[in-house]
């Protein structure tokens, strides 16, 4: 897809210069949040964003530091300098409710950063949650006890990755920031509306991801669509066109 805005950037006093895309609109303001080694200019992004864009609405694209076009070395981050800077734009860019929407690790960022608001702004803060094969804990269920093995002693695991041409690397910050950070083990607290969308077919995040965060989540309001055929991007048009109808749906809660 052509770009549709020029990228900005969001200086900060010691950490990254982070790289974005906002149009203002009504909101809530839909807040993007990529996946590991992901950036904003994948295809549910940038679809994202024309929708809203054409439709009047509020978003947000970012890159975290280490990523795309934003600063940094990506093997200096962890999960948690990811969601400082999630936190760090939506505090400059949004204003009022925000809706986040999350892809992979996004989805695990997604919630991070939503209890934060939600601890620090109070309930309205979040208008609700989609994720897109969110895989909160993936330090945990991801990798097996050889690799775990290989990140501790080794500082780094390397992978090949059918997702792009750079290896997938795992460092031992962020795995241990992982670690540390683990949601599924107990009760999240967070009443807002969620929709979580899996591929049956995802060969990276097992659909009973998706079906253990339902459990785990407080809120009477979550919705799992298990899609058919179904791969780990779900960036098919029939995809992209239930993220966006999902994403209407949670903005404007009479449709």
Known sequence: ??????????????????????VAGAGPTIVFLPGYMSDMEGGKATALFAWAAAEGRAC?????????????????????????????????????????????????LMLLAALMLVRRDGPGRVAGLVG??????????GFTPEEK??????????????YGDQPYVTTRAFWQSG?????????IPLACPVRLLHGQEDGDVPPDVSLRLAAALTSEDVQVTLVKGGDHRLSRDGDIALLIDTVARLATPHI
């Open 1 to 22: 897809m052509a770009d549709i805005s020029p990228a900005q950037h969001l200086d900060r006093a010691g950490r990254p210069r982070l790289a974005y895309r906002h």
């Open 60 to 108: 947000l694209l970012l890159d975290y530091a280490g990523c795309g076009s934003s600063d940094g070395l990506f093997s200096e981050q962890t999960l948690l300098d990811w969601r400082g800077d999630v936190l760090d734009l939506i505090d400059a860019k949004v204003d009022g409710p925000a809706l986040l929407v999350g892809s992979s690790m996004g989805g695990w």
């Open 132 to 141: 897109i094969a969110a895989a909160p804990d993936f330090t945990d269920w």
């Open 149 to 162: 093995a290989i990140i501790l002693a080794e500082g780094a695991l390397v992978e090949d990755t059918p």
């Open 179 to 187: 670690e540390a950070n683990r949601l599924l083990g107990a009760a």
